[in-house]
């Protein structure tokens, strides 16, 4: 009985806290529609928000391909600590919420979890892409190429800073190995 009420009490805390950090942000709007079969292909990451699992990464790609059992097929590639190191690929899934217009996703590359994965910018011939969450810990700039034009790379800051996210924490990618 003891260890449910604590299991009770630490439930409640953390949706008191996920709660008190959904209110630190306006609600984060994404893009009104994806097409999700033009979304598929590779992707290049242009800048992103250090994350642990991406430390010492270099030449960062991603692919997408739709599957026959209605999820997404995701690979992640990197070259761990310098552009010329071997490639390291991480594995997962990631499946489209509901109603979203097919801009949320939860992306999964470790049973049980998933995070999100929402598509807040998207260029009309989907040559690039920006992807965050709505508690702005995740940012990703992306674009079919492994070089962008440094004019359009400012504008999307500009829209991204809008959106609440602090584009002073952006780090651009090392593309080296593709040139």
């Not at 008191?16 to 959904?22: C, E, I, L, S, T």
Request: glycine share 6%; net charge positive; with cysteine.
């Amino acid at each position: 009985m003891k260890a449910l009420i604590v299991m009770t009490l630490a439930g409640i805390w953390v949706a008191a806290v996920a709660a008190r950090a959904d209110e630190k942000y306006p609600p984060l709007e994404t893009v009104p529609q994806v097409d999700l079969v033009r979304y598929m292909g590779k992707w290049y990451e242009i800048a992103a928000f250090p994350q642990r699992f991406q430390k010492g990464c270099h030449c960062t790609t991603a692919e997408y391909e739709m599957t026959d059992k209605g999820y997404v097929r995701v690979i992640n590639t990197c070259r761990k600590d310098g552009p010329q190191s071997k490639v390291k690929a991480a594995k997962g899934k990631a499946f489209v919420v509901e109603g979203s217009g097919n801009a949320k996703l939860r992306v999964q590359f470790f049973w049980p979890f998933r995070g999100d994965y929402w598509i807040i910018d998207l260029a009309r011939d989907y040559s690039f892409a920006v992807v965050g969450d709505k508690t702005r810990k995740y940012l990703w700039i992306l674009s079919r190429t492994s070089r962008m034009d440094e004019v359009l790379y400012q504008e999307i800051l500009a829209r991204v800073k809008d959106k609440g996210f602090d584009i002073g924490r952006l780090q651009k990618c090392d593309q080296s190995c593709f040139d």
